[in-house]
């Protein structure tokens, strides 16, 4: 199955549509993807802040549909440390930013 960067159905599951709201989510997500992608950037030898920051970021991805990037989080989880991982993780966020941006202009 391929996982889309931005579900849009599962977003608007949540928001019924409403641009204002998803705008708002969008921006959360935002947030969350500097502090994390941050956190784990900077989690060196500690594997717990590490998993915490990468379990964060996968739910706050898939909460609001950014789905390629809660499957690199989950697959960084399983990684910990790994600096492959936290590429993926910076280029699917991105990818997610891309999305969201083009989701709001569309709106």
């Known amino acids: 199955m391929d996982v889309p960067v931005l579900d849009r159905d599962h977003l ?5 549509g409403d641009p204002g709201l998803e705008a708002e989510l969008f921006a959360l997500l935002d947030a969350q993807i500097d502090a994390c992608i941050s956190a784990l ?7 717990d802040v590490w998993a915490r920051a990468a379990h964060t970021l ?4 898939r909460g609001v549909g950014a789905m390629k990037l809660g499957e690199a989080c989950e697959a ?7 600096p ?3 590429a993926l993780v910076r ?4 990818d ?5 941006i ?3 202009a569309a709106a």
Request: proline letters at 3%; hydrophobic letters at 45%.
């Open 41 to 47: 950037a900077d989690a060196c030898e500690n594997a």
């Open 96 to 100: 997610a930013r891309a999305a969201m």
């Open 76 to 82: 960084a989880e399983a990684r910990p440390l790994d």
């Open 91 to 94: 280029d699917e966020a991105e």
């Open 12 to 16: 608007s599951r949540y928001t019924a």
């Open 58 to 61: 996968k739910g706050a991805s």
């Open 84 to 86: 492959a991982a936290l």
């Open 102 to 104: 083009a989701a709001q």
